[in-house]
Structures are given as C-alpha cells and as structure tokens.
C-alpha cells in the first residue's frame, strides 16, 4: 500500500470553477501535511502546509485535512488558466523526509 | 535571491555509461535532498545531507549511485553504471533547517538508452 495515494487525473475543469483535489494517507503519525503545484518543466513549489487536523485557507486556496479519514484536501476557488499545473499532495515522516503522491493534473479551459 | 539551479536540465546516455548530475542549493541552506521520479511513479526521497555530511540515505536504490556534497556546498550524484530503470528526473531541493520548506530545482531529466 502506497502511504500517499492521489487520483492522477487528469482534471478538466471551465475556468471559474470550483476545483477539489484530494489525497488518502496511511499512517496515522503523520502530522504535517503539504501541497505543491507543478508547471511543465518545473521543479515542485510549496503552495500550502497545514498541521494536523483543520482548515487552512490562502487567497483562493484552501487545504483541509481530516485525520479521523486520512484525508486530505485542497480547494482552488475561481479557478484560472493559470492554474494548470500538477498538484501534489505530500507528507513527511519522523525524519523529515517528503512523501508525496503521485500527482493531479489539472486543466482549467478558458 | 536565486533559487535551487540543476545541471544538466537533460541528459541522454546509453545503458552502461556514467552520468553525474549537480545541484547548487540555495546560498545558507545546509539541508539538501535528492528526490526522482521515474515514469508514472511519485516522487520518491534518495538522501538528505546536512551541510557535508549524509544525513539519511535510505532512498538511495542501490550502490550504483553516490552522492556527494563537496564542502557542504553544491551536490552531485553520480550513476555508474547507468540502468534503463534509472532513467526518470532528478529533483534537488534544499532547506534551511530539516524542519524547514524544502525548495525544489526545476530537476534533471534523465533518460537511459
């Protein structure tokens, strides 16, 4: 069993849209949990990082978390082109590794 | 302030050739990681060094690849001899603190023949 799982998509979305993104983990010791957003040729960048359970909201983004389901979410509200990328959901153990999914690709159509 | 930079950005070689890849973290980031992400997998950890000194090199596959970090300064990691399963992109991402963001480079893609 992967300790991250994410829908790979691809996601196709008008632009304006709600967007849901969502990712599953395993372990239950797992307290920090991240988003980051990749564009084409791009290395992956920080977008949100909530600890623990709750809400965390920044602009149009907001990550949730429910550790009662291992589940983890980000919201993108009125979405724009710009924000076709790959998202990806991530975790870090005891040791300060990241342990990611695999990535959602998102596409949001003018 | 300039990010994390990779080089190369791409590299072909054939099954049995040597390949070294860099990585200049950002300037006062002791914390320097090496992930990759092979074709239609997650990005998985290799190592973590802390400024010189290997930190965590449980990620690495297997002892075909070193890594090094020279002064705890910039990073290479060197395949040898490359596989086709090698072949994927290697991201760089360095920290300030292990507790810190970790800030990616725009990675290197490899592909083995």
């Known amino acids: 069993q992967k300790e991250v799982e994410q829908d790979p998509g691809p996601l196709s979305v008008p632009e304006g849209a709600i967007v849901s993104l969502n990712c599953t983990y395993s372990?239950?010791?797992?307290?920090?949990f991240m988003w980051y957003r990749q564009y084409s040729r791009k290395g992956p960048e920080l977008l949100m990082y909530t600890y623990s359970s709750g809400n965390k909201e920044d602009g149009r983004f907001t990550a949730q978390v429910d550790k009662s389901s291992k589940y983890i979410s980000l919201f993108i509200r009125d979405s724009q082109p710009s924000d076709s990328a790959t998202y990806l959901c991530?975790?870090?153990?005891?040791?300060?590794?990241?342990?990611f999914g695999s990535g959602t690709r998102l596409l949001v159509r003018p | 302030e300039a990010g994390v930079t990779q080089f190369p950005s791409h590299s072909v070689i054939e099954k049995g050739q040597t390949v070294t890849l860099r990585c200049d973290p950002i300037s006062g980031h002791d914390n320097l990681y090496w992930y990759r992400r092979v074709m239609g997998k997650e990005i998985k950890f290799l190592l973590h060094?802390?400024?010189?000194?290997?930190?965590?090199e449980s990620g690495m596959p297997n002892n075909r690849f070193l890594a090094e970090r020279t002064g705890g300064t910039y990073s290479t990691l060197k395949v040898q001899p490359a596989e086709l399963e090698d072949s994927g992109v290697y991201f760089c991402a360095s920290a300030t603190g292990a507790q810190e963001t970790q800030y990616f480079g725009p990675g290197t893609r490899l592909l083995v023949l």
């Open positions: 060094f802390v400024k010189e000194s290997k930190q965590d």
């Open positions: 991530a975790t870090r153990d005891s040791s300060y590794k990241l342990i």
């Open positions: 372990n239950s010791a797992f307290q920090y």
